[in-house]
């Protein structure tokens, strides 16, 4: 996978392919694997030699991943794990893969370094717009800082599951 600096990134919007939770393994924290144990049981977890993580199906995707009319839904929207919320982009405060000019971004006085992985089909590639800046990179930002939960910008808007916004993936 290749890690793209946020300038080269013009706007990001989740598509709701499913790719990502078919391909990867989500890693838990220990809180959020006690939630899912509670809630769904210790079964629909893997521990592996020091990190926990979300079972898997056999075709490789994840347990919660479902499938409604050429859409793919997370299950467990209403109690996703942090790692899920911030894919595709990853908020560093080192530059890890390189870039630092482009991959810069400055909240509230922190010198942050954000890259996308471009495995996601929901980036578009060009000069970043204002929202994606301010708006979407700003809630990855505080999610990755834990200075706030919900997800407006970070996650798939479909409208007509609007009602059913917790099944989102
Ligand atoms: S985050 Fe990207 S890869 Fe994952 S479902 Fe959305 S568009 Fe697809
Ligand atoms: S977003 Fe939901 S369905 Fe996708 S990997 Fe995470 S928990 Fe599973």
Redesign the pocket.
Known sequence: MLFVPWRYIADWKCIACGN??KSYS?VLSFPEWLKIVKNYGVDKTVSGLDKLF?KRRNDGS?F??SHLSNTYL????HM??KA?KLWPFKVLSKPKFGYANEAVYYYSGDKLFIYADSTCSGLRYGNPTREFTNYTLKEFVEIALERRNDQFKTTANIGFLQPYARFR?
Do not use: R
Not at 74 to 77: A, D, E, P, T
């Open positions: 990502c939770c989500v979300i994840c919660f991943l997370c299950g467990l929207q996703k794990p899920c993936i």
